[in-house]
C-alpha cells in the first residue's frame, strides 16, 4: 500500500484502526472486521463479530459510535433466518456498546461471513498506539488464550455444552472496560490479540516501538480446556502459520509443554487487549482494571534488543 504524507492521518497501516485528526482534541478512529463463523449458534455468530470488530476502536483508546454491517449470505442454500439471528447477535452486542447500526451491504456468496465497518472518536492526545512502548515496560493481557483451539474442538464435536458457553462468553465479551482501564492508567502502547496470536501480536508492539520483548510463559492465561483441546490435535490452519512466522523472532529461553507453545501462537477471534504501562503505573493500571471487573496478568515487558524479538523465558 503507499504511504500517506497527509500530516493529520495519525495511524493507519501498521495500527489496529485508521485516526484522522479533525481537530487538536478530537479524531475519527475507523476500522472494519468481518469473519466466517467461529460457533454454530447464528445468534452467538453476530455476537462475537461484533465484538470482534469493535475491539480495534477500543485498542486505540477510543469509543465506538457508528456501524455498518458487512455481510456475505448464501441465500438459495441457508435460511434467511439464520442471518436473521446473526444480525439480532450483532445489533444487540453493539447497542451493549452503545454503538448504533445504520445500515450495511450484503452479497449473495457461497460462505457465510458477517462485521462491522465502525467508526468511532478517540483525542489524539490520549490516543493509544502500537508503537508508544519504551525499554521497561510492564505488559498486561486481558483476555485467557485458547479460542483458536477450543472453536475448532467445537467444530469437531470435541466440547461439552459449558466449554462452548465459556468460549462464547469469552469472545463475545466487549474489550471497552480494559481499553478505559488503560487509558486511566496513561498506557503507552497497546493492541488487541487477534488472529496472528500472542506471539504475533506482541512482537508487532515490540517492533512498532523499536524494542524487543521478554514473554513469562508461566504467567500466560489460558481458556479451561485449551491446553487438553490442542492435544486433541484441535489446531487450525492459522495457529499453524503463526508458529511458521514466529520462528524469525522468538527465542525458547523456556520450554513449556507443546500445547502452550501452540497456544502462544493460537489464532484469536475477539482477544484481549494486550498493555504496556510504564512500571511505576502499573499498579493504577491494576486498580482501574480491577474496577472495571476486567482480569489483567502480567506476562512480560518490553527490552532493548532487535526490534520485534520476542524471548520467551
Same mark, same amino acid.
Given at each position: 500500500?503507499?504511504?500517506?504524507?497527509?500530516?493529520?492521518?495519525?495511524?493507519?497501516?501498521?495500527? %489496529?484502526?485508521?485516526?484522522?485528526?479533525?481537530?487538536?482534541?478530537?479524531?475519527?478512529?475507523? /476500522?472494519?472486521?468481518?469473519?466466517?463463523?467461529?460457533? %454454530?449458534?447464528?445468534?452467538?455468530?453476530?455476537?462475537?463479530?461484533?465484538?470482534?470488530?469493535?475491539?480495534?476502536?477500543?485498542?486505540?483508546?477510543?469509543? =465506538?459510535?457508528?456501524?455498518?454491517?458487512?455481510?456475505?449470505?448464501?441465500?438459495?442454500?441457508?435460511?434467511?433466518?439464520?442471518?436473521?439471528?446473526?444480525?439480532?447477535?450483532?445489533? +444487540?452486542?453493539?447497542?451493549?456498546?452503545?454503538?448504533?447500526?445504520?445500515?450495511?451491504?450484503?452479497? %449473495?456468496? =457461497?460462505?457465510?461471513?458477517?462485521?462491522?465497518?465502525?467508526?468511532?472518536?478517540?483525542?489524539?492526545?490520549? #490516543?493509544?498506539?502500537?508503537?508508544?512502548?519504551?525499554?521497561?515496560?510492564?505488559?498486561?493481557?486481558?483476555?485467557?488464550?485458547?479460542?483458536?483451539?477450543?472453536?475448532?474442538?467445537?467444530?469437531?464435536?470435541?466440547?461439552? +455444552?459449558?466449554?462452548?458457553?465459556?468460549?462464547?462468553?469469552?469472545?463475545?465479551?466487549?474489550?471497552?472496560?480494559?481499553?478505559?482501564? #488503560?487509558?486511566?492508567?496513561?498506557?503507552?502502547?497497546?493492541?488487541?490479540?487477534?488472529?496472528?496470536?500472542?506471539?504475533?501480536?506482541?512482537?508487532?508492539?515490540?517492533? +512498532?516501538?523499536?524494542?524487543?520483548?521478554?514473554?513469562?510463559?508461566?504467567?500466560?492465561?489460558?481458556?479451561?480446556?485449551?491446553?487438553?483441546?490442542?492435544?486433541?490435535?484441535?489446531?487450525?490452519?492459522?495457529?499453524?502459520?503463526?508458529?511458521?512466522?514466529?520462528?524469525?523472532?522468538?527465542?525458547?529461553?523456556?520450554?513449556?509443554?507443546?500445547?502452550?507453545?501452540?497456544?502462544?501462537?493460537?489464532?484469536? /477471534?475477539?482477544?484481549?487487549?494486550?498493555?504496556?504501562?510504564?512500571?511505576?503505573?502499573?499498579?493504577?493500571?491494576?486498580?482501574?482494571?480491577?474496577?472495571?471487573?476486567?482480569?489483567?496478568?502480567?506476562?512480560?515487558?518490553?527490552?532493548?534488543?532487535?526490534?520485534?524479538?520476542?524471548?520467551?523465558?
Amino acid at each position: 500500500m503507499p504511504r500517506s504524507t497527509d500530516p493529520n492521518l495519525l495511524a493507519g497501516r501498521h495500527d %489496529d484502526a485508521a485516526v484522522y485528526r479533525l481537530t487538536e482534541d478530537l479524531a475519527l478512529v475507523q /476500522t472494519v472486521d468481518f469473519i466466517t463463523p467461529v460457533v %454454530d449458534d447464528p445468534y452467538d455468530f453476530g455476537a462475537v463479530a461484533a465484538a470482534n470488530a469493535l475491539s480495534d476502536v477500543y485498542a486505540v483508546g477510543g469509543r =465506538p459510535l457508528l456501524a455498518l454491517n458487512l455481510v456475505s449470505y448464501p441465500v438459495r442454500t441457508l435460511p434467511l433466518g439464520t442471518l436473521n439471528r446473526t444480525l439480532q447477535g450483532g445489533a +444487540e452486542k453493539a447497542a451493549e456498546a452503545g454503538v448504533c447500526i445504520a445500515g450495511g451491504h450484503s452479497v %449473495d456468496l =457461497p460462505v457465510p461471513v458477517y462485521g462491522l465497518a465502525v467508526t468511532g472518536t478517540v483525542d489524539p492526545r490520549r #490516543m493509544v498506539g502500537k508503537g508508544g512502548g519504551r525499554a521497561g515496560d510492564r505488559l498486561y493481557l486481558t483476555k485467557p488464550l485458547g479460542s483458536g483451539a477450543l472453536a475448532t474442538a467445537a467444530d469437531r464435536r470435541l466440547l461439552g +455444552e459449558e466449554e462452548v458457553a465459556l468460549l462464547v462468553r469469552t469472545m463475545a465479551q466487549l474489550n471497552a472496560g480494559a481499553s478505559r482501564a #488503560m487509558l486511566a492508567a496513561g498506557a503507552r502502547a497497546a493492541t488487541d490479540v487477534t488472529g496472528f496470536g500472542l506471539l504475533g501480536h506482541l512482537h508487532e508492539l515490540a517492533r +512498532e516501538s523499536a524494542l524487543a520483548a521478554r514473554l513469562q510463559a508461566g504467567a500466560v492465561p489460558y481458556l479451561k480446556g485449551a491446553v487438553a483441546a490442542v492435544a486433541r490435535g484441535a489446531v487450525c490452519t492459522g495457529t499453524r502459520n503463526n508458529q511458521s512466522f514466529a520462528a524469525g523472532f522468538t527465542l525458547w529461553r523456556a520450554h513449556p509443554p507443546r500445547e502452550e507453545q501452540v497456544l502462544l501462537c493460537d489464532a484469536q /477471534t475477539s482477544g484481549g487487549l494486550l498493555i504496556a504501562v510504564a512500571p511505576e503505573d502499573a499498579g493504577t493500571l491494576e486498580e482501574h482494571l480491577a474496577r472495571e471487573g476486567v482480569p489483567g496478568w502480567p506476562v512480560g515487558e518490553l527490552t532493548q534488543g532487535r526490534p520485534g524479538a520476542v524471548e520467551v523465558v
